[in-house]
């Protein structure tokens, strides 16, 4: 079993910056990818980032440039670096990590909001 806990969730104002992280443990063997998605109220889940083993990373058009998207391997844990957020931003964000042959886990989600 694989529990992920996400933190670092709150209330910016626009221009600010947050740092989400997402700490993964349990029965770890072997991570393909870990990746950040959000949702808001009413509309589907949608990818915000992820990052492969090897560390090779894709953005939302949405986030580019101003979203950096980190693991540290060695902790199981992946890192959202998030600068001149917008109230658009404003989200739940979920964390998730993707297994070769076992499967996905999801967090439990972090709120993200961003005032005008």
């Known amino acids: 079993q694989v529990q992920l806990v996400e933190s670092g969730g709150g209330l910016v104002q626009a221009g600010g910056s947050l740092r989400l992280s997402c700490a993964a443990s349990g029965s770890i063997h072997s991570i393909d990818l870990m990746d950040w998605y959000r949702q808001v109220p009413g509309k589907q889940r949608e990818l915000v980032a992820y990052?492969?083993?090897?560390?090779?990373?894709v953005y939302a058009d949405s986030v580019k440039g101003r979203f950096t998207v980190s693991r540290d391997n060695a902790k199981n844990t992946v890192y959202l670096q998030m600068n001149s957020l917008k109230p658009e931003d404003t989200a739940v964000y979920y964390c998730r990590l993707v297994a070769a042959g076992v499967g996905a886990y999801w967090g439990q989600g972090t709120q993200v909001t961003v005032s005008s």
């Open positions: 990052i492969t083993s090897g560390g090779s990373t």
